[in-house]
Nanobody
Framework: QVQVVESGGGLVQAGGSLRLSCVAS????????MGWFRQAPGKEREFVAA????????FYANSVKGRFTISRDNDKNTVYLQMSSLRPEDTAVYYC??????????????WGKGTLVTVSS
């Protein structure tokens, strides 16, 4: 069974940085795309970033482009989300998800329980 576990959330001041990590286990990590999503209070969950199985392709929501960087270490079965220049509107529960193929297609098969990021003004 595939398990996805996020870590690294916390409280940070506006303009600060934070790095989220996500470990996926239960299948060959390097064969599947990974992604990050977030859900702010009172809002629907939204796409943040995705990365292909090899790490050669990345995709970002316009709202985070230039501020967030997704990366992966296939030797460690880990995907990261480096967040910089954080804004109060980035406050949300951040979810890591594992895809069903080598590239992100808009849907994900496995989800973590989320980690809370709070950005204070």
């Amino acid at each position: 069974q595939v398990q996805v576990v996020e870590s690294g959330g916390g409280l940070v001041q506006a303009g600060g940085s934070l790095r989220l990590s996500c470990v996926a286990s239960g299948r060959t990590f390097s064969n599947y795309a990974m992604g990050w999503f977030r859900q702010a209070p009172g809002k629907e969950r939204e796409f943040v970033a995705a990365i292909s199985a090899s790490g050669g392709s990345t995709f970002y929501a316009n709202s985070v482009k230039g501020r967030f960087t997704i990366s992966r270490d296939n030797d460690k079965n880990t995907v990261y989300l480096q967040m910089s220049s954080l804004r109060p509107e980035d406050t949300a529960v951040y979810y890591c998800a594992a895809g069903g193929g080598r590239f992100y297609t808009g849907s994900m098969d496995y989800w973590g329980k989320g980690t809370l990021v709070t950005v204070s003004s």
